[in-house]
């Protein structure tokens, strides 16, 4: 009785502090695996001595296994095909070819320098080829780099962590047995992957067909239907051979995926959620149990070894396996930069230190020991270094150029000529064939269909443009169109048009930009723009009297004589949106309503009818800068 309660007590104080750790990390905007470690030292044995993992023998070793083919499940399923495509050969070669190099970079930095034995080093250097999707996937969610770079970094997390356990098993094995045989260690470790790459695929497929048709099933009951499907393809993988089991939970989530379910959305959250939980429990079992005095007494030596394998091996790994690919040398040496290691680590050196001690068989708390130290150094420097890192590179997603615009009309095609003018990209998508033949005689890029279709986005090259902007008549359709785009592309600025507060409490448009500014009447617009009644200008905010510019500008805007459409900052050109707060030395691009210019043709019998700024003098025209002359184009109007 009295064990079964301190199993409870341990499992309680487990699942609160790995939360606690959570919620921290949330608030904090740092990767939580920072406060699981610290948390779970704190609880463990060497602190406070709340948690003893210990305690639950050979369970341990059935709960880290269920919980890691559910992370590598998850991530699985969230891998953006489409995206992954475009870096897949580096992906390849980082998978094959940078295990290789890892395994001998990592073996020889542990053997030099911390003075391991070669069976030794070259068994830890198995445990740090694999950079976790738990830890790599929340570092990208709060620092949003450039698209590809995020794709080859999930990409990489994801499909080497099977390859890295499976490699260390075998290396294990090699250790205890005494007898090195690197062709019998190649074809063990091609069979267990090819075994659970058979069953994944089968198992994928049945299991998304199974889910399509069974209608009679709520989606909960789906999600929960789902769970143990995979945990019995990984029961039957492991029986089949030994260790394939989490190669067949990564394909089987990327089959899911690839096959596509209605429910794939609430199948997503209830699986990152269950993640979010196995990550925190794991985290904190495993740190509880880790000796602090371990490792200290690894030495000096063992932070070079980590920092080579960070400064040295990494990026020859990344360097070498990215040399034929199209990203360029700042994507690569932000790759190069984040390398940090998760839980697969962590979980599989934590049992090798348990199987070395029971074989009798020295070293295995020493590699426990340098794993984490290995872990806690790339989360923490990598961790809190990556946004700094991303914005001095200029590779974050912000910093994506072009647009996607969905609706055809004169103020729409007005802002894709502006925007190739700046030789940035832009699609035009309408489902009207005169407004798109309208758009292809300005010579912008058209598509004639529905927005709603993601493989017209996927065409349009939405998963490589900086900017979506829904601007149909309708604005309840122009919301849905902008907040499908953001869920299912996440391009880094979405704007629409739509009225001011459409159902104010409603969550779906936390996402979505208000473009230009509340209730802009674009019916209106688009006529001054047909008659000729517009002239086309740009202002420079200065100081002295910013705030004096501001206030003419905004006075001219409510009383419906100007619209506000673009923003050129530090180079970077972007359209406005109704919430931005218009900063020193902002360029801005507007209309300014003005029907004389209609009179003027009309009396010189020109038909001009396109509105560009090469050719129309309105920019000199049109006051810049000075609050002044703000005034007089204000006094003008009167």
């Given at each position: 009785?009295?064990?079964?309660?301190?199993?409870?007590?341990?499992?309680?104080?487990?699942?609160?502090?790995?939360?606690?750790?959570?919620?921290?990390?949330?608030?904090?905007?740092?990767?939580?695996?920072?406060?699981?470690?610290?948390?779970?030292?704190?609880?463990?044995?060497?602190?406070?001595?709340?948690?003893?993992?210990?305690?639950?023998?050979?369970?341990?070793?059935?709960?880290?296994?269920?919980?890691?083919?559910?992370?590598?499940?998850?991530?699985?399923?969230?891998?953006?095909?489409?995206?992954?495509?475009?870096?897949?050969?580096?992906?390849?070669?980082?998978?094959?070819?940078?295990?290789?190099?890892?395994?001998?970079?990592?073996?020889?930095?542990?053997?030099?320098?911390?003075?391991?034995?070669?069976?030794?080093?070259?068994?830890?250097?198995?445990?740090?080829?694999?950079?976790?999707?738990?830890?790599?996937?929340?570092?990208?969610?709060?620092?949003?780099?450039?698209?590809?770079?995020?794709?080859?970094?999930?990409?990489?997390?994801?499909?080497?962590?099977p390859v890295g356990a499976i490699l260390a098993v075998l290396v294990l094995n090699v250790v205890q047995s005494g007898t090195p045989d690197p062709v019998s260690l190649f074809q063990q470790l091609i069979l267990r992957l090819g075994i659970g790459l058979v069953v994944g695929v089968l198992g994928g497929i049945l299991l998304g067909w199974s889910l399509k048709k069974a209608i009679f099933l709520s989606e909960d009951l789906k999600n929960l239907?789902?769970?143990?499907?995979?945990?019995?393809?990984?029961?039957?993988?492991?029986?089949?051979?030994?260790?394939?089991?989490?190669?067949?939970?990564?394909?089987?989530?990327?089959?899911?995926?690839?096959?596509?379910?209605?429910?794939?959305?609430?199948?997503?959250?209830?699986?990152?959620?269950?993640?979010?939980?196995?990550?925190?429990?794991?985290?904190?079992?495993?740190?509880?149990?880790?000796?602090?005095?371990?490792?200290?007494?690894?030495?000096?030596?063992?932070?070079?070894?980590?920092?080579?394998?960070?400064?040295?091996?990494?990026?020859?790994?990344?360097?070498?396996?990215?040399?034929?690919?199209?990203?360029?040398?700042?994507?690569?040496?932000?790759?190069?930069?984040?390398?940090?290691?998760?839980?697969?680590?962590?979980?599989?050196?934590?049992?090798?230190?348990?199987?070395?001690?029971?074989?009798?068989?020295?070293?295995?708390?020493?590699?426990?020991?340098?794993?984490?130290?290995?872990?806690?150094?790339?989360?923490?420097?990598?961790?809190?270094?990556?946004?700094?890192?991303?914005?001095?590179?200029?590779?974050?997603?912000?910093?994506?150029?072009?647009?996607?615009?969905?609706?055809?009309?004169?103020?729409?095609?007005?802002?894709?000529?502006?925007?190739?003018?700046?030789?940035?990209?832009?699609?035009?998508?309408?489902?009207?064939?005169?407004?798109?033949?309208?758009?292809?005689?300005?010579?912008?890029?058209?598509?004639?269909?529905?927005?709603?279709?993601?493989?017209?986005?996927?065409?349009?090259?939405?998963?490589?443009?900086?900017?979506?902007?829904?601007?149909?008549?309708?604005?309840?359709?122009?919301?849905?169109?902008?907040?499908?785009?953001?869920?299912?592309?996440r391009p880094p600025r979405v704007l629409a048009v739509f009225p001011r507060d459409p159902q104010a409490k409603n969550s779906n448009i936390e996402t979505v930009q208000q473009a230009f500014i509340p209730d802009i009447p674009l019916k209106q617009w688009n006529k001054y723009l047909e008659a000729q009644e517009i002239k086309l200008g740009e202002t420079v905010l200065k100081q002295p009297g910013l705030e004096f510019q501001r206030s003419h500008l905004r006075a001219l805007i409510r009383a419906g004589e100007l619209v506000p459409l673009l923003l050129e900052r530090q180079g970077n050109f972007q359209v406005l949106s109704a919430s931005e707060t218009w900063q020193v030395d902002d360029?801005?691009?507007?209309?300014?309503?003005?029907?004389?210019?209609?009179?003027?043709?009309?009396?010189?019998?020109?038909?001009?009818?396109?509105?560009?700024?090469?050719?129309?003098?309105?920019?000199?025209?049109?006051?810049?800068?000075?609050?002044?002359?703000?005034?007089?184009?204000?006094?003008?109007?009167?």
């Amino acid at each position: 009785m009295e064990t079964s309660f301190e199993i409870t007590l341990l499992m309680v104080i487990t699942v609160v502090s790995g939360i606690s750790a959570q919620v921290l990390a949330d608030y904090f905007k740092v990767p939580a695996i920072v406060f699981l470690l610290l948390l779970g030292i704190l609880v463990g044995n060497d602190v406070l001595g709340l948690v003893h993992p210990n305690l639950l023998g050979e369970g341990l070793e059935v709960i880290v296994s269920l919980c890691v083919a559910l992370i590598l499940f998850e991530g699985g399923l969230n891998l953006e095909l489409r995206e992954i495509g475009q870096v897949s050969g580096s992906i390849r070669n980082l998978v094959t070819i940078g295990t290789l190099i890892t395994l001998i970079g990592g073996g020889m930095a542990a053997h030099w320098l911390s003075e391991f034995p070669w069976p030794i080093a070259f068994l830890y250097a198995s445990l740090v080829v694999v950079t976790g999707p738990t830890v790599v996937g929340p570092l990208l969610k709060q620092v949003s780099v450039d698209r590809r770079v995020a794709a080859l970094l999930e990409g990489e997390g994801v499909l080497i962590d099977p390859v890295g356990a499976i490699l260390a098993v075998l290396v294990l094995n090699v250790v205890q047995s005494g007898t090195p045989d690197p062709v019998s260690l190649f074809q063990q470790l091609i069979l267990r992957l090819g075994i659970g790459l058979v069953v994944g695929v089968l198992g994928g497929i049945l299991l998304g067909w199974s889910l399509k048709k069974a209608i009679f099933l709520s989606e909960d009951l789906k999600n929960l239907v789902a769970l143990a499907a995979l945990w019995g393809l990984y029961d039957v993988s492991e029986v089949v051979i030994s260790e394939s089991g989490l190669m067949t939970a990564v394909v089987t989530g990327i089959v899911v995926r690839f096959v596509g379910l209605p429910e794939m959305r609430q199948l997503l959250r209830f699986k990152s959620q269950l993640t979010m939980l196995s990550v925190s429990v794991l985290f904190i079992l495993l740190a509880a149990d880790l000796s602090l005095q371990s490792i200290v007494a690894l030495g000096w030596g063992s932070l070079l070894t980590v920092l080579v394998l960070m400064l040295v091996v990494r990026p020859l790994n990344v360097w070498l396996c990215t040399f034929n690919s199209s990203l360029n040398w700042r994507q690569k040496l932000f790759v190069s930069w984040i390398g940090p290691r998760g839980i697969v680590s962590a979980s599989v050196s934590s049992l090798f230190a348990i199987i070395l001690t029971q074989r009798g068989i020295n070293g295995g708390d020493s590699i426990k020991a340098l794993v984490f130290l290995t872990i806690i150094m790339t989360v923490v420097v990598q961790g809190l270094t990556a946004r700094w890192v991303a914005n001095g590179l200029g590779i974050t997603s912000s910093a994506a150029k072009g647009a996607v615009i969905v609706g055809s009309n004169p103020m729409s095609r007005l802002i894709g000529r502006l925007f190739q003018e700046r030789g940035e990209s832009v699609v035009i998508i309408d489902t009207d064939a005169e407004a798109c033949e309208l758009a292809k005689q300005e010579g912008l890029r058209v598509y004639q269909s529905s927005a709603l279709d993601t493989n017209v986005l996927e065409e349009a090259g939405l998963e490589l443009i900086g900017t979506f902007l829904s601007m149909t008549k309708n604005g309840e359709v122009n919301l849905v169109l902008a907040q499908r785009a953001a869920e299912e592309f996440r391009p880094p600025r979405v704007l629409a048009v739509f009225p001011r507060d459409p159902q104010a409490k409603n969550s779906n448009i936390e996402t979505v930009q208000q473009a230009f500014i509340p209730d802009i009447p674009l019916k209106q617009w688009n006529k001054y723009l047909e008659a000729q009644e517009i002239k086309l200008g740009e202002t420079v905010l200065k100081q002295p009297g910013l705030e004096f510019q501001r206030s003419h500008l905004r006075a001219l805007i409510r009383a419906g004589e100007l619209v506000p459409l673009l923003l050129e900052r530090q180079g970077n050109f972007q359209v406005l949106s109704a919430s931005e707060t218009w900063q020193v030395d902002d360029h801005i691009i507007y209309l300014l309503h003005d029907p004389k210019p209609k009179l003027l043709k009309r009396l010189s019998g020109s038909q001009q009818s396109v509105l560009t700024l090469e050719k129309h003098p309105v920019v000199e025209e049109v006051p810049i800068a000075l609050p002044t002359q703000v005034e007089k184009v204000e006094t003008e109007k009167e």
